[in-house]
């Protein structure tokens, strides 16, 4: 008898510690986030992939983070792959134009049942612009008044803001407004630079050289590159960087280039064919090769 109180006793209390914790835990979540995190991070994977040059691994990413997507019926995902996609349709050499165009029909069909309509709104409108932009059927007018009118829809955003002024600037670049293009692609990279995005932080220091380069200002196109070829080291981004030197070499050469530049002009365009060398992209190492044999 006394055994069987025991037992009782060492049970109730067992019963009563069960419930004391049950009491104190924290409330169960009401919603599960492991397909919605890898269908993101694929989506981040992809982006990267595409800054990369990478663009075999980043369709690959973009088709598993939308079957993920699809699966659990999740339209801010949807949508967001979907112009993802359209970004890579887009840095296509050509680009692949109709492609990005189907994507940005496709995520407009998401806006409505996303989280944040309005501000997905913005940034379809944002890529409509880009997509416009690579047609070239309409106004460059029109196109920075849609880029100003949806700017609103992303404040706060910092990445977005960003992407905003980028696109500014390449809108810009197509009227041949190149000091106003500058603007936009610096104001882009600080904006990069300051929240840390670092693969971005290059291609905007690129077009900025680009459009120096365009309006004649030789040694601020060279002091931009200075700066896409330190970002993209960080990032190690070795297409980037074969791109850079490439770059360098042409700007070097334009007008009436001195013997020095001329000269350092080949040793930029050697480098460039060395590192694509060393990533395999054989067509782009022997277009390099080339332009220093040129010389």
Request: one cysteine or more; a neutral charge.
């Amino acid at each position: 008898m006394k055994r069987f109180i025991r037992l009782s006793t060492i049970a109730a209390i067992a019963a009563s510690t069960f419930l004391i914790s049950c009491s104190s835990a924290p409330k169960r979540s009401m919603q599960i986030s492991t397909i919605y995190s890898s269908s993101f991070e694929m989506i981040e994977s992809a982006n990267s992939a595409i800054l990369t040059g990478d663009y075999d691994n980043a369709a690959f990413f973009l088709t598993a983070a939308e079957n993920q997507a699809m699966s659990i019926d999740n339209s801010d995902l949807l949508c967001s792959v979907a112009l993802t996609r359209c970004a890579l349709c887009l840095s296509y050499n050509p680009p692949h134009i109709e492609d990005a165009d189907r994507q940005v029909q496709l995520a407009k069909t998401y806006i409505k049942n996303c989280s944040n309509p309005a501000k997905q709104q913005s940034i379809v409108s944002l890529n409509e612009v880009r997509v416009a932009a690579a047609k070239g059927d309409a106004s460059t007018s029109t196109l920075l008044r849609t880029l100003e009118e949806n700017k609103k829809g992303v404040k706060g955003d910092s990445y977005y803001e960003a992407q905003f002024s980028q696109v500014t600037g390449d809108v810009q670049k197509l009227a041949q407004n190149y000091s106003e293009a500058d603007k936009a692609y610096s104001a882009a990279a600080k904006s990069f630079t300051d929240n840390r995005y670092l693969s971005e932080i290059g291609i905007c220091w690129y077009k900025a050289a680009q459009v120096r380069s365009l309006s004649g200002n030789k040694d601020g196109a060279l002091a931009a590159m200075e700066q896409a070829i330190f970002y993209d080291r960080a990032a190690e981004n070795s297409m980037a960087l074969g791109a850079d030197y490439y770059a360098v070499g042409k700007i070097l050469l334009k007008g009436s280039a001195n013997a020095a530049q001329t000269q350092k002009a080949k040793e930029a365009f050697n480098h460039s064919a060395d590192i694509y060398t060393s990533i395999k992209q054989d067509e782009l190492a022997k277009k390099s090769r080339e332009a220093a044999d040129e010389l």
